[in-house]
C-alpha cells in the first residue's frame, strides 16, 4: 500500500493553539496509507521584498517550499482573525510565493484540504472563504466535499489539546479519509 504525505500547517503560532490541537487530532485520525507531516511557520520572517533581493528566499522558507513540492498535499488549520486569515499563515503563503516562478512547482494542482477551530461562534467559516482567491491564484485544487468549521473550541479539547468531542472526532476522520481520497 502506498502511503500519501500531506504536509499539515497550523496558522497559528500560539502555543496552546486550538489549531495546532485540531492539526495533530487530523494526524492522529487520518486514514493508514496516510502520513501527515506537521510543518511550522514559527521561524519565517515577516515578507520584505528588499529582504529578497539582498539576500534571497529565507532556508526556512525554501525548505517548506521544498516539501510542500514533494509531498502529495497540503493541509491548512486556519483560524479567524479578524472576519479573515491569519497574517503569520498568510505570510507564510506568500514567502513560499516567491520567486513566482517556483509557484507551479510548489503549489500547481497541489490538492489542499482546509479547517479552522476558534473559540467563537463563526468557526472560521470567514477565514476559508477568504482563503479561496489566494488557492485560485496559485492553482491549487481546493477540497470541498466536507467541512470542519470547530466553533466553540475550548470545550472541544482536553486540558493536554487532546480532542475530545466525539462528533467531531468522527467528522474529522470522515475528513480525513475524504481528503485521503481526493489526493489519492
Known amino acids: 500500500m502506498a502511503v500519501?504525505?500531506?504536509?499539515?500547517?497550523?496558522?497559528?503560532?500560539?502555543?496552546?493553539?486550538?489549531?495546532?490541537?485540531l492539526l495533530r487530532a487530523a494526524a492522529e485520525l487520518a486514514p493508514e496509507e496516510v502520513k501527515i507531516e506537521i510543518a511550522s511557520i514559527r521561524g519565517i520572517p515577516l515578507y520584505d521584498g528588499d529582504v529578497e533581493e539582498a539576500d534571497g528566499v529565507p532556508a526556512p522558507v525554501t525548505e517548506l517550499k521544498d516539501r510542500i513540492a514533494a509531498?502529495?498535499?497540503?493541509?491548512?488549520?486556519?483560524?479567524?482573525?479578524?472576519?479573515?486569515?491569519?497574517?503569520?499563515?498568510?505570510?507564510?503563503?506568500?514567502?513560499?510565493?516567491?520567486?513566482?516562478?517556483?509557484?507551479?512547482?510548489v503549489f500547481g494542482d497541489k490538492p489542499v484540504g482546509l479547517m479552522g477551530a476558534t473559540p467563537g461562534p463563526g468557526g472560521t467559516r470567514l477565514s476559508q472563504t477568504a482563503?479561496?482567491?489566494?488557492?485560485?491564484?496559485?492553482?491549487?485544487?481546493p477540497y470541498f466535499a466536507r467541512l470542519v468549521f470547530l466553533h466553540g473550541a475550548a470545550?472541544?479539547?482536553?486540558?493536554?489539546?487532546?480532542?475530545?468531542?466525539?462528533?467531531?472526532?468522527?467528522?474529522?476522520?470522515?475528513?480525513?479519509?475524504?481528503?485521503?481520497?481526493?489526493?489519492?
Open 4 to 21: 500519501t504525505t500531506i504536509i499539515g500547517i497550523s496558522g497559528s503560532l500560539r502555543r496552546g493553539s486550538y489549531n495546532s490541537a
Open 71 to 105: 509531498a502529495g498535499g497540503l493541509l491548512l488549520v486556519t483560524p479567524e482573525y479578524n472576519a479573515s486569515v491569519p497574517g503569520v499563515l498568510k505570510n507564510a503563503i506568500d514567502w513560499m510565493s516567491r520567486p513566482a516562478k517556483d509557484i507551479p512547482r
Open 131 to 141: 482563503w479561496l482567491p489566494v488557492f485560485r491564484l496559485l492553482n491549487m485544487r
Open 155 to 184: 470545550a472541544a479539547f482536553d486540558a493536554d489539546g487532546r480532542l475530545i468531542d466525539d462528533k467531531l472526532r468522527d467528522l474529522v476522520t470522515r475528513y480525513m479519509a475524504g481528503l485521503a481520497e481526493f489526493i489519492g
